[in-house]
């Protein structure tokens, strides 16, 4: 019986089977921001452990409060850096140099195929696009990642999904994830790593990979996983060149990492996404998913383009040609936060900023803060945010406010009009 | 140190009840999971329920649906649980990370099938709030005994998830090991 991609990493990097069905891993990368790391690096002080495994596999950035906002998270962001000092740990992303930790590590080259990372954030599952098998955590597994490089799995189980047909002209990732999310259900893949396949992913981007396999904790699942293929060579060539005689040899040695023909699924689903049209969110859960044009004419008081979901180049690109020329709607407030410095520069050099600003859009510094109601746009009471980020929650972005998920195109349209719109209809 | 289980009941009757529901994340800018104490289920959306009620305050133990502790992998929502003396939550099923930083708390997140959690919820509303929850680790096995009447049920636990409540959390665990 062949292997699973994520059936291959977990061999490759075993340390311990402590019971039947319990592996424990060894991590090529622990990745930590300011709200889950200082609690644990706290209490590996209070234990007189505040030791790292290994000061190069550990990746920090200060991105969900920044720059900080009051004491707290002022503090929180002193923590981190602190301990990243102390501890000597080069890759450390502070003001002016961070930006989204699922957008600015993978930018950074640090996730390959075939890695085990960990990270005190849900959307970990991201990088799964590079062929990595990537898992959020609580603060307490990130701690013995810090201090042991470990990290306990139960055996993983794979749905495979494979996305056939092709996606028509202003449809996107984001509404190929949405629609797989409203079919398998907000805990359809609980315990199970997803693996997307097929020629609409082999089509995609890595950018676009990223925004697929960024929802895959949204149905509950461990972790979203791509195909390393020669997409993945090209994004990460200016960080493996030294390692590889060609691009050749580095697709030849990632596609180790590729599931066997015959590997064993517990579900495998097939959806011909050539007639998807653009899906938006309504409700609480981002399983409650409808098409744009079925919750069209639904007001709405915020836009939001950005963060670990939909804030990379293509997004903003994406956006901004639907804007181009346009303003938005007297009665909206648009923001937009490219998710990185270097996503930021490149908008700038290709003019999508000029246009976003054109259109009447807020600019903001790379951060999450929106999209968990931290900072940069926080909603109010009975306030309705059309949002490409990946939470709907009662009160997600702020108390009492409602939020629709969807691609950066709906958005874009959305805030023209300043109600839901199928960006196909402008 | 290994924690104790069991206690007054509080039951959460509705699905995918979220972590951003648990502990919103305004308030992860805290420093110690003491100042979550006031905050716990503050946004959960659910008819009847009142975050500041003396059901919740006297609570220690949760009972509730599938799918419990989905979305955020914050582990303030088991320490939030933790420092309001709820240790114990009995779902129909949970979503990873939380029933992992449950366990990896010394916590206990039990798994028991619809009908059993459709039984616990029936006993808890007739016995108006008098329910009780015995938590028998080494059976496997659960008691609960109200006004209206008693009922035991067993559960399954991993034995790694099991380690782990009995060496209080991942931490003590995992030093001792790797």
């Known amino acids: 019986m062949g292997q699973t991609t994520a059936e291959k990493i977990f061999a490759a990097h075993l340390r311990d089977e402590p019971f039947a069905g319990t592996k424990v891993l060894d991590l090529d990368r622990v990745l930590c921001h300011e709200i889950t790391t200082p609690i644990a690096i706290a209490d590996l002080q209070w234990r007189e452990k505040d030791r790292v495994f290994d000061n190069t596999k550990i990746k920090a950035v200060i991105d969900h409060v920044t720059p900080s906002k009051d004491s707290k998270t002022a503090l929180q962001a002193k923590m981190l850096r602190d301990w990243a000092r102390r501890h000597e740990i080069k890759d450390f992303f502070d003001v002016g140099r961070n930006g989204v930790c699922h957008a600015l590590f993978p930018e950074k080259g640090f996730i390959r195929p075939g890695f085990t990372a960990i990270m005190g954030d849900s959307h970990t599952c991201t990088h799964g696009a590079f062929g990595a098998f990537a898992a959020g955590v609580g603060t307490t597994d990130l701690e013995v990642g810090i201090l042991k490089g470990v990290c306990a799995f139960r055996e993983p189980k794979t749905i495979r999904v494979n996305l056939t047909g092709a996606l028509s002209k202003g449809v996107f990732a984001k509404d190929v994830i949405l629609y797989v999310i409203g079919q398998l259900g907000v805990n359809g893949a609980t315990d199970c790593v ?34 390393p293929d020669m997409t993945t060579v090209e994004y990460l060539w200016s960080f493996i060149q030294e390692e590889f005689a060609s691009k050749e040899a580095a697709l030849e040695a990632y596609q180790q990492w590729c599931a066997d023909a015959d590997a064993d699924y517990v579900k495998v689903l097939d959806f011909d996404v ?153 | 140190m290994k924690k104790s289980f069991g206690g007054p009941v509080i039951s959460l009757d509705r699905a995918d009840i979220n972590t951003d529901e648990i502990i919103p994340a305004k308030y992860l800018t805290e420093a110690t999971k003491e100042a979550l104490t006031p905050y716990c289920l ?58 992992q930083n449950m366990f990896n708390c010394g916590m206990l997140a039990i798994e028991l099938p619809k009908s059993d959690i459709d039984q616990l919820m029936l006993l808890e509303k007739d016995s108006a709030g008098t329910m009780q929850i015995d938590v028998k680790l080494d059976e496997q096995s659960i008691k609960a005994t109200g006004s209206a009447g008693e009922a035991t049920f067993s559960f399954e636990i991993s034995p790694f998830d099991k380690a782990l409540v009995e060496a209080g959390g991942w931490v003590e665990y995992a030093d001792a090991r790797y």
């Open chain 2, 42 to 99: 503050e946004d959960l959306k659910l008819e009847g329920f009142d975050p500041k009620g003396e059901k919740l305050d006297n609570a220690t133990v949760i009972i509730t649906r599938e799918n419990f502790g989905c979305g955020s992998s914050r582990e303030h929502a088991p320490w939030v649980l933790e420092v309001n003396d709820i240790h114990t939550v009995i779902a129909e099923s949970y979503a990873r990370i939380f029933r």
């Open chain 1, 274 to 426: 050539s007639t998807l049209i653009p899906q938006v969110t309504y409700d609480y859960k981002p399983d409650c998913v409808k098409s744009a044009a079925e919750l069209s004419g639904t007001p709405v008081d915020q836009v939001y383009i950005g963060t670990c979901t939909n804030g990379r180049i293509d997004d903003l690109r994406e956006a901004a040609a639907i804007l181009k020329g346009n303003t938005i709607a007297d009665t909206v407030r648009g923001i937009v936060s490219p998710a990185t410095p270097d996503i930021f520069k490149q908008a700038l050099d290709e003019g999508l900023i000029q246009i976003f600003m054109n259109a009447g859009y807020c600019v903001t510094n790379p951060t999450c803060g929106a999209c968990l109601g931290m900072s940069n746009g926080v909603l109010s009471e009975g306030e309705v945010c059309a949002s490409t980020s990946n939470r709907n929650f009662n009160g997600r972005m702020g108390k009492g406010g409602m939020v629709h998920l969807m691609s950066p195109a709906t958005a874009a349209a959305t805030s023209i009009t300043g109600v839901i719109t199928d960006a196909r209809t402008l």
């Open chain 1, 194 to 227: 997803i693996e997307f396949h097929g020629p609409v992913v082999e089509a995609m981007s890595m950018d676009a990979r990223m925004t697929l396999c960024n929802m895959a904790i949204e149905a509950g699942g461990t972790c979203g996983i791509c195909q």
